[in-house]
């Protein structure tokens, strides 16, 4: 993971779940995490276990200036930003499209899509005049099919991929990698939340169905390697079994 030696991440949902299991993982491989999320106090405790190289900076993402903020407070503590890793999402509101609130639609948009593309109008410009970074953003099945009690998930998580795309399609001749990570189900509380709304196929699914965390959070570290140069600008899935041996997973 030498590749990874003191390089900067800023890393949106980091005090759980795919967040804090790539948080230890980056920080293992020797990379300097900013650690972004707005639950302060667990943010502050996987902080505190990671040691120097990882730095809590609590903030809402769907606040372009809280987000903004932080954003400096990294560059502040570590130095410009070589990777942004958009992992923050709701996955709520669940129910049908006729009977969502517009504020529940409207909240999840701001984290799901306009946080995604604010960290990327925020921090790519930095990344090109430095001659280029890496762009990861976590999508879903989600993004490519209709799910039943899912339509803000959905055109969230389609929004989201089509801003990675054209991010690649726009900035990869400046050095921009801008690549896409659907991982399937995975064991975490979002889980536990379509679980108990108990609407489609998913929310049927055993615990024991899901990938644990630390399978995403591999696969990105993967995605910052030279190895992943030809997936640039594409959205790979750990549902691929090719994907997951080049990754080094293995299904039982």
Avoid at 201 to 226: F, G, R, T, Y
Wanted: aromatic share 6%.
């Amino acid at each position: 993971m030498h590749y990874l030696k003191n390089k900067v991440v800023f890393l949106t949902g980091a005090s759980r779940g795919i967040g804090a299991a790539a948080a230890q993982m980056f920080v293992t491989a020797g990379a300097k995490v900013a650690l972004v999320a707005r639950s302060v106090e667990p943010l502050e405790r996987l902080a505190a276990d990671l040691g120097d190289n990882a730095f809590a900076a609590p903030c809402d993402v769907s606040d372009r200036r809280a987000l903004e903020q932080a954003i400096i407070k990294t560059k502040e503590r570590f130095g410009e930003i070589d990777i942004l890793i958009n992992n923050a999402a709701l996955i709520e509101p669940i129910g049908a499209l006729v009977e969502l609130k517009v504020e529940d639609y409207s909240k999840l948009i701001d984290i799901n899509v306009k946080a995604v593309f604010n960290a990327m109008r925020l921090i790519v410009p930095d990344m090109i005049a430095r001659g280029g970074g890496t762009v990861l953003t976590i999508s879903s099945g989600a993004a490519h099919r209709p799910v039943e009690g899912w339509a803000a998930y959905c055109s969230s998580k389609a929004a989201a991929k089509m801003l990675t795309d054209v991010l690649h399609l726009e900035e990869a001749s400046n050095g921009i990698r801008a690549m896409g990570l659907s991982p399937g189900t995975v064991a975490t509380q979002m889980q536990r939340d379509i679980k108990a709304s108990g609407i489609n196929s998913v929310s049927q699914l055993n615990w024991e169905d899901h990938i644990p965390p630390e399978w995403p959070a591999k696969a990105l570290l993967w995605m910052c390697s030279k190895e992943a140069e030809p997936y640039a600008g594409k959205e790979i899935s750990l549902r691929d079994p090719e994907i997951l041996s080049q990754i080094g997973l293995r299904k039982s």
